[in-house]
């Protein structure tokens, strides 16, 4: 059985810091592309980071490049994601999706979401 599973998400004043976590289990986690995501109320989920099995590098959207950092644990099945420098735009849900290839056919995974809100 699939499970992807975020924490971490909470309360946080602009300008501070959160690291959310995303512990997955029921595939090959060190197969699959990792990424984060969010949407806030009103909008388009869109891409925050991603990062590739191996070999690859990763990518960030425009309005978080420099401020978070994606990272993965292979040994602990896990993705992190460092926020700094939060903004009140960065209030939203985040979500945490894993994609794998198996058999020739792509499987697609998300959890089930981490409340970020920034206000002072």
């Known amino acids: 059985q699939v499970q992807v599973v975020e924490s971490g998400g909470g309360l946080v004043q602009p300008g501070g810091s959160l690291r959310l976590s995303c512990a997955a289990s029921?595939?090959?986690?060190?197969?699959?592309?990792m990424s984060w995501y969010r949407q806030a109320p009103g909008k388009e989920r869109e891409l925050v980071a991603t990062?590739?099995?191996?070999?690859?590098?990763?990518r960030y959207g425009d309005s978080v490049k420099g401020r978070f950092t994606i990272s993965r644990d292979n040994t602990k099945n896990t993705v992190y994601l460092q926020m700094n420098s939060l903004k009140p735009e960065d209030t939203a849900v985040y979500y945490c999706n894993a994609k794998l290839t198996r058999m020739s056919l792509l499987y697609n995974y998300w959890g089930q979401g981490t409340q970020v809100t920034v206000s002072s």
């Open positions: 029921g595939f090959t986690f060190s197969s699959a592309t």
């Open positions: 990062m590739p099995s191996a070999g690859g590098s990763t």
